[in-house]
């Protein structure tokens, strides 16, 4: 079963930062071939992939999200994060981490409530 706890949402202005957190077990966010992702989902919107890093470094980000957000990990904390910089209204949304498999298997966290005012 897939555990990954979500952090770090809040209230934020436009053009203001935030660093979402995402912890997990060792084995899924350190694991071999683990890809970590970052979705989101706004109110009347289907969830969207905001951007993934693989257990080697590899990222990829939305076009929406590029040059503005940045995701790392800490393996030593068990911890992937996404840098949020220069945030506009559109950007909120509740935000999730999940692997591939709790995508396909419908197992997600509680998330975490990103808003952003004009």
């Known amino acids: 079963q897939v555990q990954l706890v979500e952090s770090g949402g809040g209230l934020v202005q436009a053009g203001g930062s935030l660093r979402l957190s995402c912890v997990g077990n060792a084995n899924i966010i350190t694991g071999n071939a683990n890809v970590i992702i970052w979705y989101r989902q706004a109110p009347g919107k289907q969830r969207e992939r905001v951007s993934s890093?693989?257990?080697?470094?590899?990222?990829n980000y939305a076009s929406s999200v590029e040059d503005r957000f940045i995701i790392s990990r800490d393996n030593a904390k068990r911890t992937v994060y996404l840098q949020m910089s220069s945030l506009k209204p559109e950007d909120t949304a509740v935000y999730y981490c999940?692997?591939?498999?709790?995508?396909?298997?419908?197992?997600w966290g509680q998330g975490t409530q990103v808003i952003v005012s004009s």
């Open positions: 890093i693989t257990s080697g470094g590899t990222t």
């Open positions: 999940n692997t591939p498999y709790g995508e396909g298997s419908g197992t």
